[in-house]
């Protein structure tokens, strides 16, 4: 029983690391390309402190949301190492599952940072005039903070969401039936 504490134990950590690393690099290599105004990258590399805090957010947004993913595929661990033969599963179909699991989280988060923020930006062109993008370039902090806010707040609401939708198109590992009444 220890000893398979420690495992599952071991198991987590070692996921939770290795997809903090893929979510860094995944999510600011897809937004550094994806911005349509300017070259983040660049603009980080110059200092601009609003694209920063822009950046910052996002990171925080897309591990939030893949963090709720992540739960899918902790429990389907913690069923396999504990009832490995009643799962009905193999070792490969679970880990299939897992990566099917972090794979729609992982899509799922980087589309609705993206639809955010673009959604958000053509609701201020329109009704205030204001290009985020432009001002962003411009180093206008205040931008910077507003637009991280928005991806914070859709990452909050949409977590949940991500979970309950990567459960239902992927199959979930079950111990058994218990009857409660006849």
Known sequence: M?????????????????MSGVVIWATYEMFVSANPDFHMG???????????????AILFAASMILQKGLASVVT???????????????LWQLTLMA???????MVLALMTISITLRLF??????????APGKELQRGNVAMGIVLGSVVLVSAMYVGEGVSA???ALIPQPTIGRVQIMR
């Open 76 to 90: 389907i661990f913690r069923v396999y190492m504990t009832t490995p033969t009643e799962s009905g599963f193999t």
């Open 165 to 167: 939708l990567s459960k």
């Open 2 to 18: 220890f000893l398979t504490q420690v495992t599952r134990g071991l198991f987590e950590f070692i996921l939770m690391v290795a």
């Open 42 to 56: 660049e603009e980080i590399k110059k200092g601009n402190n609003a694209v920063g805090v822009l950046m910052a």
């Open 99 to 105: 990566i099917g699991h972090l794979v729609i989280s």
């Open 121 to 130: 930006g053509r609701l201020s062109r329109r009704f205030n005039d204001v």
